[in-house]
């Protein structure tokens, strides 16, 4: 039985096998029928809140820190970076040949309202995974290991997360190459993991990152196609390619998240030499 007295490193390490286990065991409970799976395997996005919760009452905590405001830097890198991102990835795949800009269906004024509306209440969806890794484990694992050491494990533990899902759906909906596809994507989680954090870390609030999260998965499957689903979007080409979850999304943001480990690295020393001279001063 945990108490609030447990470190926040064994909370967070006793948090990521509860989430790891209980998600894969779901997710091939529900493949057992693969038309089952593709149509609920969605419900394990909310594992890592439920999970959340649940330790926070173990800890005795509330269910919410201490308020932070979120800012426009974080609420506009939250929209702003994901589309950037989508954006990269569709002119990799045009100017390489491997993806063609043929829309089945017209962009128009009624589309883009749609797009909009739901990433609103596609909010609620990824709330479910936000409110476990970046409003519990993040904060929980930043408290021993600084920045840097928190986003790495966060980064791995939610590229773990996936797979089973991925690998699974990939199967089921005829995917080519699905080990492949499973280990690929699981590199890109990892690598976005690090602008998440970054996005978290500018106000400490969780709204930014539920917008990113919301952003990057209902424009990048309109844009680059839905490798869950194996469903074209408004490129037309290899999913596998092209995809913000397949090799250019991980060219474009394993490149970039090479910025994001020096920021955060960058911060970790500000921050420790912040503390130094606190400490300095204070013995003075």
Known sequence: MMTKEMSPNKAALSYMLTVLTASWLITIILFIKPEVGIKTFSIIMFIPAVAAIVFRKMQG???RDRHRK???KALGFGILYPLLLIVLCAAASILSGTGAWHPEQPVDLKSIITVL???????IVVWGEEYGWRGYLLPEL????????ATFFVGIVWALYHMPAVFLLAKATGMSHPLLLCAIQACVVFAVSFPFSYCYYLSGSLIPVL???SVWNVVNTKVLGDIYTNTSGLLQGNLFIMNG???????VCGALMVWFIWKLRRNGVERKTIELRSVHQSIQ
């Open 117 to 123: 509306v739901t990433i609103v209440v596609n909010l």
């Open 70 to 72: 979120m800012n426009a």
């Open 61 to 63: 905590r509330k269910l």
């Open 211 to 213: 917008f990113f999260h």
């Open 245 to 251: 979850e397949g090799v250019m999304g991980l060219i």
């Open 142 to 149: 930043t408290k021993h290991y600084g920045k840097l050491k």
